[in-house]
């Protein structure tokens, strides 16, 4: 099965170039659907002019960003050197902690 996701370009090239790993999601209705060997479709925002295709190697649900981060070397994120503060508070730049608390959180092992 391919999901459809958009991805901002510096996660996109991060991907692309092999550094990223683990992408952060929600464990929303959407997210629920997707199963190890799966494929996901990225297309970069906003520009919308680049899509990437990787294959889901591991999923693993948290409660929160926090839990994930403190289970998941930075590096796997691309984020090698920053501090948990900086990675929770990162993260609630593009999710909040009520949508956190609703769905909890999911990190998709993949391979480009």
Known sequence: MIHQMGLYGEY????K???KKVEVRLNDEKRR???VGDTIEFTK???QDEI???TVTELKI???????YEDIPFQDFD???WTMKEMVDGTYEIYTPVQEKEW???AIRIKY
């Open 45 to 47: 925002v906003p520009e």
């Open 12 to 15: 996109f090239k991060s991907i």
């Open 79 to 81: 984020c090698e050197g």
């Open 17 to 19: 170039e092999g550094k």
């Open 104 to 106: 909890g959180t999911l």
């Open 52 to 54: 990437l295709q990787v």
């Open 62 to 68: 948290y409660d929160t960003f926090q839990v994930m």
């Open 33 to 35: 659907k997707i199963k």
